[in-house]
């Protein structure tokens, strides 16, 4: 799921998956806390359970799987429901998910996978095709349904299930993202029930019914979300007891809890800023993860916010219709200066839409056309394009009124700050204003196109066909009044075209060069301003978890991943299984379902999805 991420807090149709977090063992050392009212002593839940409580920073947009884009959403999503596939924690590529096998026709416009017969929904009841079918064809007819991942299933043709473990998905035209469906299957019996599926948060019934390695067991909006270990997971119980997210709003606060050990694990929003990495390095049985991300961090600008009807709406400059503008803040912008004075080091400057850590899909301009750095030739550019300054040094626009751009950023991200400062003095120096609109909910004004640029970023998956998709027209709200799957309402006609042939394209190299295409696209239209790819900045106390995976195995992140390999590996630092939740032994239960695979002659497909997604 584009994992948003689904990284920030963006809208609610947007997918993706962005999440701030982390992920901690419930510790509270005779302190009372909004999550704990009663004081604890001990490691371990008064009842004896063991506990791993997560510091979050990032709300929950929705506990449905079908409107949530939040990474904080969709990563519990990942915990809570199985999926047809699942990426392989050490290289990413595409392992049994709730389905053991899948095999695509000769023409590829048939796709049938065989569904496990051993996986249960927590109320005791069979997991079934379909229950996959029922999901599917609910997003194929109800908008409502279709809010968070309708992109994955708009190409369908037809979805049945022949048998229980039979499923079939017929398609229009071949579709290269067939083993990397990031959509949540859930109970039929369950959902079916639902009237409203734009309103229903699922958020008021405990348990929810799930057939993942956790239970969802409680929820309180911006304090906490509660859930316990399947015991009858298919692919073996969780070793905690418990797995807790609790909500931090002040990221400092989180870090402290951390070292008085009420919590195990913190990431932050979605990483640790480098002053907090740096304070914890060396602290006695706290562990500090700095590896490369799978996010990027970005300037997005409104490019007149409309809908699939044609009619517009919001009020974003008009100025920034003009590429020339857009080019020239985006050349007024020093990414050197932001990896070095606000990352510190803990981030790779910023140039394409996928981060580096996707080799096959990244992408880089030329030094003939990179945007570098360069406020003089932005001044010129500006002239050119016939905003001049006035009298007072100001840049004017075609109203004669001195140019201030609204830029809306997250109140709980200290990045978003520190670069807005310096947004202020060097946009500053070409004579154009800023406002920082910092903010606890972003999502209300970005969705009504009120705003000028915005802080954005995705978490990307390992097939980017997500967070391509969210710049599609096809992505726009159908009216003003709808909530699309739109990121900032970029519409272009060649873009769509690119990505309606990397989504048909089987060859693997053939499709990573049409992807990069896309990507130059978008760098030069000049919407999206990628600044820089954080690095996952995370850190954990040692005295609490004995082992837990990354992802990728050698120089991974532990929060946010695209699967439910850290909270599910997780070995409690008291227990006397030294291997069971470990690296080694996820890489072993995926190697045997491999082996299996090959035994039956399964035919994998490129696997797709991107971005974070989960905004996560």
Known sequence: MGTNDQTRSLPRGLRLVALAGAAALTLTAGLATPLDPAPRQARAADDGKKVLTVAVAQSVDSLSP???????????????????????????????????????????????????????????????????????????????????????????????APSPTKLVIELKKPQATMTALDVPIVPKHVWEKVSDFSEFNNDKSFPVVGNGPFVLTGYKADSYVRLKANKSFWRGAPKFDELVFRYYKDQDAAVSALRKGEVSFVAGSPSLTPAQADSLKGADDIQVNDAPGRRFYALATNPGAKAKNGEKFGDGHPSLLDQRVRNALFMAVDREAIIDKVFRGHAVEGEGYIPPRFQDYFWKPSASRKLAYDPAKAAQLLDRAGYR??????????????????????????????????????????GIGVRLDC??????????????????????????????????????????????ATDNFICDK??????????????????????????????????????????????????????????????????????????????????????GGSSTAVVAVIATSLVLLIGLGTVVAVRRRAGADDRE
């Open 389 to 430: 300054k006035n009298g007072d040094g100001k840049r004017v626009g075609k109203d004669g009124k001195p140019i201030t751009y609204r830029v809306l950023c997250h109140a709980t991200d200290p990045n978003d700050k520190a670069v807005g400062k310096y947004l202020q003095e060097w946009w500053g120096d070409l």
């Open 494 to 579: 060649t873009y769509d075209e690119l990505y309606a042939r990397q989504l048909a394209e089987y060859d693997p190299a053939k499709r990573a060069d049409i992807v990069k295409q896309m990507e130059s696209r978008l760098y030069d239209l000049g919407y999206m301003n990628v600044m820089a790819y954080p690095n996952a900045v995370e850190a954990y106390r040692t005295d609490q978890i004995k082992s837990i995976t990354t992802m990728p195995a050698k120089a991974g992140n532990i929060y946010g991943q695209d699967g439910y390999w850290s909270w599910w590996s997780a070995v409690p630092a008291d227990s006397g299984d030294s291997s």
């Open 439 to 484: 903010l606890d909910n972003v999502t209300d004004p970005w969705l009504a196109g009120k705003y000028d640029l915005a802080f954005d970023g995705w978490s990307v998956n390992p097939d980017p066909d997500f967070v391509l998709s969210i710049h599609t027209c096809g992505a726009l709200p159908a009216t003003p009044k709808d909530t699309g």
């Open 66 to 160: 079908f409107l949530a884009v939040r990474l904080l959403s969709t990563s519990i999503h990942r915990l809570m429901y199985e999926y047809l596939t699942n990426y392989d924690p050490k290289d990413n590529h595409a392992v049994p998910g709730l389905a053991t096998k899948w095999e695509p026709s000769p023409d590829k416009l048939t796709w049938t996978y065989t569904i496990r017969s051993d996986s249960t929904w927590s109320d005791g009841k069979r997991a079934t095709a379909e229950d996959a079918a029922w999901t599917f064809n609910k997003m194929m007819t109800d908008d409502g349904a279709a809010t968070a991942n309708g992109s994955y299933v708009g190409n369908f043709e037809k979805v049945t």
